[in-house]
């Protein structure tokens, strides 16, 4: 027995020593953080505590030897949040506490992608295409790029093959990462809310623990396109998220604050995407990030007929079926679009349910969702070029806001909240550019007033004496700004035609039917 455990024990070492080699001379990066990760699991089903911190350790290793001087060159926030998150799983491992342990690894894992992230944007301004290659192993190993994502894998290849393609293609494969980062961060609060809806708690913390931190290699680049206030706005959101699952709620609460949370933050995501942000406009861009998930989940869940990942295909599930929902949701108004690109969509959906009831072919789901897309965006091309008079986005948010101070009085603070964020994000936003060029004062003291201090005040359940007070402030600056603006006439939108009404016509129950 004994010299079992020295041979268990020399291999660690043996093993750990082969890890912790320099880069150059062994595994690529991405081998080194699937050989961290590895250990970190095996941490948490080790059967002896021991075993458990030899693990650990062994982790911690490769996290010095290859990454924590890079995080410290880039991110010192990240190096923080991986050491932090090293000890508190030797507490928790100490304790016996694997669960805390678990969503710990969440943390270093995922916080490795932006270390990772960073230090190829870092390789493109400095020219340095083989720093930029090894960090991209890191990517390529956890995303499986050469299996998924063709157009990335052939970009890194085009590098590879000629390093002085990197100006061209590094920016291309990181906006294209970035278009991953983007999706996990909508994705894993949907799953959130398909584990609540199998009564797993446990597995609701892990999906919103990802998110959290998938969702920071995303955060930079929308803080860069929509400024610091949304990207932390967002980055509390999916704060939120987390601490909703950490809580002691029931879980139709649970479920319901994270539906609520999922809505906003897939409003800010769409924003992002500077795509059409009216009720039609997010059922496509909705349909289409799950199709593609669809695609990508399935391609790991089944082969020959059978399931060999029960999670990949569970997820593949939960997206097609909201995919479904959505379309159903919104189908009279695609028709109104296009009679013959809705009837596509809606066979090609019936056909991927099938295929992927009858556990089918690959192939044929990767083939129907491509038709799909192609659908969709014909639809999201149909959109229309019309002239809004500047007047009537005025007039939406002098509306929203009086249906704000009701709802608010009456009781219904979520629904309050929502009419103030949709008279600035589907409204304001479009008349804060020429608010600005005739009179930027008064510009941004409406944008303060509205989108953080009364929407902070109803956040803390002041009176409503009070909210009404701030809600009259701003339509009297409202209407200062309606005499000033008109001085630019209209302004030219490229907008779904039939989505005006939909615009303005933000509820919480409205938004649920094409949301997670």
């Given at each position: 027995?004994?010299?079992q ?5 020399f291999?660690l070492?043996?093993l ?14 991405g081998?080194?953080?699937?050989s ?13 505590q021991?075993?458990?911190?030899t693990?650990l ?15 410290i060159?880039?991110d ?14 030797e507490?928790?491992l ?33 020219n340095n295409s ?13 995303f499986?790029?050469s ?8 970009l ?11 100006s ?18 909508v ?24 998110g959290?931190y ?52 897939e409003l ?6 500077g ?11 909705g ?30 599930i ?18 109104e679009?296009s009679?013959?690109?809705t009837k ?6 019936e ?26 965006a ?19 948010i002098?509306r ?6 009701t ?23 479009f008349?804060e ?13 409406i944008e ?9 005040m ?7 004496d009070?909210i ?7 339509l ?10 008109p ?8 907008i ?15 938004r ?5």
């Amino acid at each position: 027995m004994i010299t079992q455990q020295k041979t268990i024990l020399f291999s660690l070492i043996a093993l750990t020593f082969i890890i912790s080699t320099p880069v150059a001379f062994s595994a690529t990066l991405g081998d080194q953080w699937d050989s961290m990760k590895t250990f970190l699991s095996s941490a948490e089903k080790s059967t002896t505590q021991d075993e458990s911190l030899t693990d650990l350790q062994a982790a911690k290793t490769i996290y010095s030897d290859n990454f924590k001087d890079a995080a410290i060159s880039v991110d010192v926030e990240s190096d923080m949040l991986i050491t932090n998150a090293f000890s508190n799983t030797e507490s928790m491992l100490t304790i016996g506490n694997i669960e805390q342990a678990s969503l710990n690894r969440q943390i270093i894992d995922k916080t490795i992608y932006k270390i990772a992230f960073m230090k190829m944007e870092l390789a493109i301004t400095q020219n340095n295409s083989a720093d930029f290659l090894s960090w991209f192993t890191v990517m390529e190993k956890k995303f499986k790029i050469s299996e998924n994502y063709p157009a990335i894998n052939s970009l890194s290849m085009g590098i590879k093959s000629n390093p002085s393609l990197l100006s061209v293609n590094g920016p291309q494969i990181t906006e294209e990462l970035l278009e991953i980062f983007k999706l996990k961060t909508v994705e894993e609060l949907e799953e959130a809310i398909a584990a609540l809806d199998k009564v797993d708690v446990k597995s609701a913390k892990t999906f919103t623990y990802e998110g959290l931190y998938y969702y920071r290699t995303l955060h930079p680049s929308i803080e860069e396109k929509l400024g610091a206030d949304t990207a932390n706005e967002l980055l509390y959101k999916m704060e939120s998220a987390l601490n909703v699952t950490m809580s002691d709620k029931p879980i139709d609460v649970m479920k319901a604050e994270i539906k609520h949370i999922s809505e906003e933050v897939e409003l800010i995501i769409r924003q992002y995407e500077g795509g059409n942000t009216s009720e039609t406009g997010l059922a496509l861009s909705g349909i289409k990030d799950r199709l593609n998930l669809v695609k990508i989940e399935y391609f790991d869940a089944v082969k020959d007929g059978k399931i060999i990942d029960q999670e990949e295909y569970d997820e593949t599930i939960v997206f097609l079926t909201k995919s479904i929902e959505i379309f159903n949701s919104n189908k009279m108004t695609f028709t109104e679009l296009s009679d013959s690109d809705t009837k596509s969509l809606e066979k090609n959906l019936e056909e991927i349910e099938d295929i992927v009831t009858a556990k089918g072919s690959i192939d044929e789901v990767g083939t129907l969702v491509e038709k799909s897309l192609t659908n969709i965006a014909a639809l999201q091309d149909l959109s229309s070029t019309v002239q809004i008079d500047i007047l009537e986005y005025f007039d939406e948010i002098e509306r929203l806001l009086t249906e704000s101070k009701t709802a608010y009085r009456s009781g219904d603070t979520k629904t309050a909240f929502n009419l103030v964020t949709s008279a600035y994000l589907d409204n304001y936003e479009f008349v804060e550019g020429p608010l600005g060029e005739v009179d930027p004062e008064l510009m941004s003291k409406i944008e303060i007033n509205m989108r953080e201090k009364l929407r902070n005040m109803i956040k803390a359940n002041e009176s409503p004496d009070t909210i009404d007070a701030q809600i009259d402030m701003i339509l009297i600056d409202l209407a200062q700004a309606k005499k000033v603006v008109p001085e630019f006439s209209t302004i030219v939108m490229l907008i779904l035609s039939v989505a005006i009404i939909s615009i303005i016509g933000l509820t919480a129950k409205s938004r649920l039917s094409i949301r997670v």
